[in-house]
């Protein structure tokens, strides 16, 4: 089935541990994007890719990297997860930069 | 800085209710306005809107753009309680670092 794929569905972490979250899509879409949501805050852009082999820093990109080594793969990184990065991420993708998006289903993080 | 300010916050109405949700914006180098709705996981594509003054429909949906006034409208007619959902309005600007700056969404409830 087409779409967007995210992994875990849901974590809890220790402060300073070191995680990455998944995100792949099958719709040989460009440009792939994360986000965290977070309650009164909404959605902000953390880290964007508008095509393999490049990426840019989102809204809130602080203590997060990303890779996008391929077309369908677009980790997110937390080098040394703090409790401020608990949140729910979401990835997306769009055909073209700038397109609509189609986001993924999300993962519930949580730093403790 | 961006702004998206979306309103009411919340609203509640019964079913066959027809509603308007609100979306104002200030940003530079405006491209797109984008309409998501949110149910109980991610975000799904509604419109993206580009020019002003051109209405864009899908089923019981239509939206609306002013880029004069800085705004855009969602109606809903005839409202089912499937329509309960956060709606959220995002705005994308380009220039130097591409932007996509969301609203903090509008809830909406539709009881039987």
């Known amino acids: 089935i087409a779409g967007i794929t995210q992994a875990p569905t849901s974590q809890i972490l220790a402060a300073g541990r070191r995680m990455t979250l998944r995100c792949t899509q099958d719709m040989r879409h460009n440009a792939m994007y994360w986000y965290r949501q977070d309650l009164g805050l909404g959605l902000r852009l953390i880290h964007y890719s508008n095509t393999a082999g490049t990426t840019g820093k989102g809204e809130v990109p602080d203590g997060y990297s990303v890779s996008r080594a391929n077309t369908d793969d677009f980790p997110l990184t937390l080098a040394s997860a703090v409790p401020s990065q608990t949140s729910v991420y979401f990835c997306?993708?769009?055909?073209?930069?700038?397109?609509?998006?189609?986001f993924g289903p999300g993962t519930r993080l949580t730093v403790t | 800085e961006d702004k998206v300010v979306q309103s009411p916050l919340s609203l509640v109405v019964h079913e066959g209710d027809t509603v308007t949700l609100n979306c104002s914006y200030e940003?530079?180098?405006?491209?797109?306005l984008l309409w998501y709705k949110q149910e109980k996981k991610a975000p799904t594509f509604l419109f993206m809107l580009t020019s002003s003054g051109i209405e864009k429909k899908s089923g019981r949906l239509s939206s609306i753009l002013d880029k004069k006034e800085l705004f855009s409208i969602l109606n809903i007619t005839a409202t089912q309680t499937g329509d309960s959902a956060i709606y959220l309005c995002?705005?994308?600007?380009?220039?130097?670092?591409?932007?996509?700056?969301f609203g903090k969404g509008t809830l909406l409830t539709v009881n039987p």
């Open positions: 995002a705005v994308e600007s380009s220039g130097s670092n591409y932007k996509l700056t």
């Open positions: 940003v530079t180098n405006f491209r797109s």
């Open positions: 997306a993708s769009s055909q073209v930069w700038g397109a609509e998006q189609y």
